[in-house]
Nanobody, 115 residues
Framework: QVQLVESGGGLVQAGGSLRLSCAASESIFNINAMSWYRQAPGKQRELVAVITSGGTTTYADSVKGRFTISRELAKNTVYLQMNSLKPEDTAVYYC?????????WGQGTQVTVSS
């Protein structure tokens, strides 16, 4: 089962940017989809963005136009570029993969946006 490690979270002011990284322990070439989810305190985990093996991307309405998911196959890494951050983007962000071996989650990285 692939291991996922997120990084890049931190504290940023509203309007700022962060780039999250999700490094996989093995090739992501054959992984069906890799996604970013987030979970704010007291709320359910929600899907933020998805990138499929074919490169198709999908976004939650709340982040469209502000966040971009991308991948670098040579580095087995998926990114989430987050621009124009808002306080309501504050959450723990998790990386997820779905592939032939099943699904995996990373440990999460905290993103805090101050107003």
């Amino acid at each position: 089962q692939v291991q996922l490690v997120e990084s890049g979270g931190g504290l940023v002011q509203a309007g700022g940017s962060l780039r999250l990284s999700c490094a996989a322990s093995e090739s992501i070439f054959n992984i069906n989809a890799m996604s970013w989810y987030r979970q704010a305190p007291g709320k359910q985990r929600e899907l933020v963005a998805v990138i499929t093996s074919g490169g198709t991307t999908t976004y939650a309405d709340s982040v469209k136009g502000r966040f971009t998911i991308s991948r670098e196959l040579a580095k087995n890494t998926v990114y989430l570029q987050m621009n124009s951050l808002k306080p309501e983007d504050t959450a723990v962000y998790y990386c997820n993969s779905v592939g032939p071996g099943g699904g995996s989650w990373g440990q999460g990285t905290q993103v805090t946006v101050s107003s």
